[in-house]
């Protein structure tokens, strides 16, 4: 009878202990704003503490929406290929582009051929990180089927991560070859 109730005790325990991602994501941002704190200065530390984390607030959103995108994009780099995926278990070319836009609040269509009917179309000589490159590839190149986010123009090259059936999620280079010939057009929607 004992054991039965320290089991019924154990399991209750261990029940009631559920800790979520945004539990230990706001458990860690509070610890390290605490560790940034200074030792006691005779002021008042939850002064101190709203200007550190005011402080590091600001240093976090330094960065542009389209590096914070590229960034997000970037985390999932050797992520294998499956259609329709859009998790680290899986990712497709238009569920990279529409996650890692959806995370910073941009909205798009999840299909690439529908992504490539929203904001403005602009010239390669134009393009900027955080711009999207639409391609026609394979058997079918009458009809957008591929997307990629631009994440570096360096010596007159465009460097782009999406997700390829073959690879997975990559950064390629526009001059490749075969890019090159199953490119369609540039479009920027931030």
């Known amino acids: 009878m004992k054991r039965i109730l320290l089991l019924f005790i154990t399991l209750s325990t ?3 202990c559920k800790s979520s991602k945004k539990n230990i994501e706001k ?3 509070t610890a390290n704003e605490i560790s940034a704190s200074p030792q006691k200065t005779g002021k008042n530390d939850w002064d101190t503490l709203s200007k550190n ?3 590091k607030k600001n240093t976090k959103t330094a960065k542009s929406k389209e590096a914070n995108i590229i960034d997000y994009a970037k985390q999932f780099q050797g992520v ?3 259609w329709g995926g859009t998790t680290k ?3 497709d070319c238009s569920g990279l582009i529409y996650e890692s836009f959806k995370t910073y609040d941009v909205v798009l269509p999840r299909i690439s051929r529908d992504m490539a009917k929203k904001g403005k179309k602009i010239s390669l000589k134009k393009v900027h990180q955080g711009d999207l490159l639409f391609f026609k590839t ?3 190149r009458n009809s957008i089927n591929h997307v990629g986010l631009i994440v570096a123009i360096r010596n007159n090259d465009i460097e782009f991560i999406h997700s390829t059936s073959s690879k997975g999620v990559i950064i390629s280079h526009l001059n490749e070859t075969y ?3 199953a490119f369609h057009e540039a479009r ?3």
């Open 53 to 55: 984390a005011g402080s």
């Open 14 to 16: 261990l029940i009631g």
């Open 27 to 29: 458990r860690d941002a």
């Open 179 to 181: 890019w090159l010939k």
């Open 188 to 190: 920027r929607v931030l």
């Open 89 to 91: 278990a899986g990712m």
């Open 80 to 82: 294998r290929y499956k």
């Open 138 to 140: 394979g058997n079918r």
